[in-house]
């Protein structure tokens, strides 16, 4: 079935950056993009980006950008999204998910990762 | 502000039907974006719940329903079970941001 399994949870201080991987499994990898999502306790999902792991285009959210930065490895089906410059309101689970890009921008985040907890603290 | 809003709470008992409006506004539902729904239980990941306005994943009972019309959508859950115990969110695009955005979320409980 489709998975998406996330890394474990982290614990940075202010300034630092963190990376957090989500490995895929149970589909065709480049014909999905993966999105970043994350949700800080008592909050809504806020949308931070995605990468289109057939051609290695990304897409950041305004509020984000410059901080934020995606990859990919094919073979390895993996996803990875590092956050620079961190601070104290950046504490938050961080979500995978699939979904689309490009002409199919609109289509739902239909699976989504387990979440990693990355705690910033100093 | 908040760009989708949604009622905090909504509340039935077993068997009742109960319903969720999320508004929005002409950059997002009333640009004729698709409008999703997710259904977040406590401690879990969002999952996807309604798509593309009234569309459900396999495995979603067809106690769910959706509409969209104008700048709002709403989400419909008849026949209410102590399962459906969940935050829900809508979510849309937004071109005057240029994001993807979520409703501020609605929290369901069966009395």
């Known amino acids: 079935q489709v998975q998406l399994v996330q890394s474990g949870a982290e614990l940075r201080k202010p300034g630092a950056s963190v990376q957090v991987s989500c490995k895929t499994s149970g589909y065709s990898f480049t014909n999905y993009a993966v999105h970043w999502l994350r949700q800080a306790p008592g909050h809504r999902p806020e949308w931070m980006g995605w990468i289109n792991v057939g051609n290695g285009n990304t897409k950041y959210s305004q509020k984000l950008q410059g901080r934020l930065s995606f990859s990919s490895d094919t073979s390895a089906t993996t996803v990875h999204m590092e956050v620079k410059s961190l601070r104290f309101e950046d504490t938050a689970l961080y979500y995978c998910?699939?979904?689309?890009?490009?002409?199919?921008?609109?289509?739902?985040?239909?699976?989504w990762g387990p979440g990693t907890l990355i705690t910033v603290s100093s | 502000q908040s760009v989708l809003t949604q009622p905090a709470s909504v509340s039935g008992a077993p068997g009742q039907r109960v319903t969720i409006s999320c508004t929005g506004t002409t950059s997002n539902i009333g640009a004729s974006y698709d409008v999703h729904w997710y259904q977040q239980l406590p401690g879990a990941a969002p999952k996807l719940l309604i798509f593309?306005?009234?569309n459900r994943p396999s495995g979603v009972p067809d106690r769910f329903s959706a509409s969209k019309s104008g700048t709002s959508a709403s989400l419909a859950i008849t026949g209410l079970q102590a399962e459906d115990e969940a935050e829900y969110y809508c979510?849309?695009?937004?071109?005057?941001?240029?994001?993807?955005?979520f409703g501020t979320g609605t929290k369901v409980t069966v009395l």
């Open positions: 998910a699939r979904g689309g890009s490009g002409s199919n921008f609109e289509k739902p985040f239909d699976i």
């Open positions: 593309t306005n009234n």
């Open positions: 979510q849309s695009y937004d071109n005057s941001l240029s994001d993807y955005v």
